[in-house]
Nanobody
């Protein structure tokens, strides 16, 4: 089981930036698929970004490509989400999450992260005003 703790959320105006952090602890495979999803009131969860902790390319949701950057620091057991050019539709609770370690993935994608979520944190709120 993996414990995940998010931080860095806040309120910004459209066009602004925020950097979210996620600290991980507990047992985890080195090839874990980890990333972020978000959820706003009355809407379904939306995958944002996903990446294998062992490396490879990041899979981003089409809605955030070119604006968000997902990175990791394995030495610190942490992942980050740099969010630039924020839009009001980016508003929501952001969760750091990992695919269940009972599932062996060939490709770490946003879709896989959402469908096969094993662990996630308490979330951090992001609010973007017009």
């Amino acid at each position: 089981r993996l414990q995940l703790v998010e931080s860095g959320g806040g309120s910004v105006q459209a066009g602004g930036s925020l950097r979210l952090s996620c600290a991980a602890s507990g047992y985890s495979y080195s090839s874990t698929c980890i990333g972020w999803f978000r959820q706003n009131q009355g809407k379904e969860r939306e995958g944002v970004a996903a990446l294998f902790t062992s490396g490879g390319s990041v899979d981003y949701a089409d809605s955030v490509k070119g604006r968000f950057t997902f990175s990791r620091d394995n030495a610190k057991n942490a992942v980050y989400l740099q969010m630039d050019s924020l839009k009001p539709e980016d508003t929501g609770m952001y969760y750091c999450a990992a695919v269940s370690d009972r599932v062996a993935l060939r490709i770490c994608t946003v879709s896989a992260l959402l469908r096969l979520t094993g662990d996630w944190g308490q979330g951090t709120q992001v609010t973007v005003s017009s």
